[in-house]
């Protein structure tokens, strides 16, 4: 299994020379997944806004660049950004440098990012515009938080022609365990959105059970275990759920991004015509936890959210309720 902890790389076969891919964006994903790519056998050069993380991939064996236009020569260049208008703003360097020299025919940008299944297409056709079609875009989102990122075991949703996501599979199974094309470019992004109405509508659930429960003067950590021995039980339940019954709100990934994917299924709904009340009220129950500023913690903190929108007066009587049930 993978580990981003290693400290080189590994030397190129005699006689093969490594495959190369720039990596932009070594946040908590980004830097154990080009970690692991660089453990494979890549050659990875990376920026980062901030200094710190590439010299932390210098360390692993990787190089850096000053700038992602630097990157403009890697026939795969790997972005892991938080939305796709940092990702666009990040490129413009790079497509300005391909508009006045092309790439080499046959170039990948890779997002990795969550970002709008309609927006990544919007910016494959920039991208094709820009270095005269020798580069073309492939999206291939993740799930798996910061544990699979370090593990190596990431669930990767891709999205693009069928000989790109062929020369970019070596690269993506360093970084997951379960690579699966979906179908064009955006399709992706869009297997990501549903993971994410799952995930989010499941957190959400568990935390208003969590928060009914305990209110009710239940124990939480014991609903959870039973729960897990029946229907209700998930990977999310598995995962989350110790977070949810402690209150451990400590980021593994930040809850702000989850209003902005749910957003992204119902603008793919609205796209086709499909009914989305789940991730509607998704949206607006995580637009009420950005708005109590608690966006940068763990998405279990949406129980806080759950909490805030409570009365005291209930969970008192809920709780009194209870221990006279129990007498």
Known sequence: MNNATASTAPPAPAGQTRP??????????GAPMAANLL??????????????????????????????????DEPVIIFMLPDLSFIEDAAAGLLEAWRSSPPEPGTLVVVMSSVSPVGVQDFGRAVIEASGGNATVLDAPV??????????????MAGGPEE??????????????????????????????????????????????????????????????????????????????????????????????????????????RNVGAAA???????????????????DLDLAVVRQTIANLSTTDASHSGTETAKETAR
């Open 277 to 295: 009340p789940m991730a509607s009220a998704g949206t607006e129950l995580y637009a009420q936890l950005l708005a109590q500023g608690l966006g």
């Open 164 to 269: 790109d996501f062929a020369r970019i599979l070596p690269a993506l199974q360093a970084m997951g365990a379960t690579v699966r094309r979906l179908g064009g470019l955006g399709a992706g992004s869009l297997a990501k959105a549903c993971n994410q109405l799952v995930v989010g509508s499941t957190t959400a659930a568990l935390a208003e059970a969590a928060e009914l429960a305990e209110r009710s003067g239940l124990d939480v950590t014991a609903l959870f275990d039973v729960l897990s021995g029946g229907l209700a039980a998930s990977r999310v339940l598995e995962i989350v759920g110790p977070r949810l019954a402690t209150k451990d709100y400590t980021p593994t990934g930040p809850a702000k991004f989850m209003h902005k994917d749910l957003s992204f299924v119902v603008e793919s709904a």
């Open 20 to 29: 190369r891919a720039g990596f932009v964006g070594l946040g908590l994903m």
């Open 39 to 72: 453990r494979a056998g890549w050659s990875v050069t990376g920026w980062n806004r901030s200094p710190a993380a590439v010299e932390d991939l210098l360390r692993l064996g990787g190089s850096g660049a000053a700038t992602v236009a630097d990157l403009r």
């Open 143 to 156: 799930s798996g938080g910061t544990h699979g990122a370090q593990q190596g075991n990431l669930a990767i």
